[in-house]
């Protein structure tokens, strides 16, 4: 039997929430079905005023929610859970319509970050930690920072917003939610669902376009940046945030190799890393851009990560079956587009077409770029859709260094039956997370950083409410003991 509706949730109008209200706006934006092109609904732009007041709001919110304790948080945040178990399917819809992602894995998603992280990051403790010293007991406590601003990203609406608002909350900050304006809807009715038991303020949402992030990353009364989205971004951020020394959590792009050793059991090993690069559409941020294959092996493998890849059907988001749905959007579609077309200007050897196949919506053929030179623009960019490389390599040394030679460092996969030649691989590779014999797989419960230009510092993970926090150490001495040093 289907949970309860406690309160009535409209799917089909959506407000900011500003200070616990529901707010409309003079000027609206909208979001497209990337399986048919059509216009999804108006959604308010926030005005400067509704962004002030929102800041306010979470500023004022913060006295109060601060002081409550960390059971008290968790107690109100399962509540929420709770409210929105009734309205999991229509999220589910949401992100099925706003992304194109395919029904089984939408539906995924918002299972996935609206009951699991609940439960993962609502029980989560935090004590605070005793050290003695020759002359004095320090106390190790965590402090909330204040406001979060949480900026999202569009390829896991749902996923990225409860990933930083969750930790955010529970560490006693209050938080505002940026959904990016090619997918808001998810996240505005997700925080909409919140108001009524969390207090006014604590959870805010804002809808914009260009002006609201930089707006939000500049404004003194905001204490943390908690971001994912791409390099380019993630480094205007951190140049923003640089001028009140705000503290900053950037996830940002990968460039990811999967090194696919000459002992691997091929009919096994192919269809799993071919579903790394193309899972989302290829939209993953630690998925597969990179395919590295031994030597002794490439034809066999390429053959048959081939064959995998003409088994995914492909088409629009509700149809049954589908595994690899629409580009999300027409600015990342063209971008697609045109890392396939400078392949085939450069004579590039292409498995599949990169063709248009359904006219109406933004959809692409899987395709396996084979033996791309190391410079060119399919190896060296992040292309975010479902196309991706695939080359040889002779020696360790050389497949780590070609795996290395990269800007960013977000993760990597490596296949083989010899855990040894795995682990020696993985060690020496210069990225935040390595999968041995899997593709990549994101979990809530395990920090998830990059290397190099993949960001700063870890969401996830026991750890999580602390990286909403700032330390404060008390020193205790008896009184009168203190000696002068
Ligand atoms: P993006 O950088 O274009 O946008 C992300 C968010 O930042 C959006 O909400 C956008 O409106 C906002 N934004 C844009 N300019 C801003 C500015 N100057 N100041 C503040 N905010 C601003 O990224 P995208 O296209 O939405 O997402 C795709 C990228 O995100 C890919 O590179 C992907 O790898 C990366 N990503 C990383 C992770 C991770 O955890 N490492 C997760 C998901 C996506």
Redesign the pocket.
Known sequence: MAPARTTEVDFTQFYNIVNGEKRSSKEFLHGFNPSTQQDLWDVPIASAKDIEDTIQAAKTAFKSWSKTTLQERSVLLKKYAAAIKPYLGDLGDLVMKEIGKPKGFAHHEAHYACAEAFEFFTNLTLEDEVVQGEDREYVLRYQPLGVVAA??????PLG?ATMKFLPGLMAGNTVIV?????SPYSALKLVEIAQGILPPGVLSVLNGN?N???L??THPSIAKIS????????K??AE?AAKTLKRVTL????NDATIVCKDVDIEKAAPQVILGAFFNTG????GTKRIYIHEDIYPQFLEAIAKAARSFKVGASDAEGVTIGPVQNEM?YNKVKSIFEDSKTQGHKTIGNGAVIDKKGFFFEPTIVDQPPANSRIVTE?Q?GPIVPSMPWSTEEEVIELANDSEMG?GASVWSNDLDQATRIAKQLDVGSVHINSMEK?SIKIP???HKE??IGV?GGPGAIKTYCDLQVLHYYKAGDAQVH
């Not at 900026?151 to 896991?156: D, F, L, V």
């Not at 971001?227 to 993630?234: D, K, M, R, W």
Request: with cysteine.
């Open positions: 900026i999202c990203p569009w390829n896991y990225q940026k959904p990016s304006p090619f260009d609201l992030g930089p939000l990353t971001f994912a989205g791409s390099v380019a971004t993630g205007k951020i923003a996830e940002l792009g990968g939209q993953v941020c630690a990342q992040e975010f977000l994101v998830f950083g990059g993949s960001g969401e």
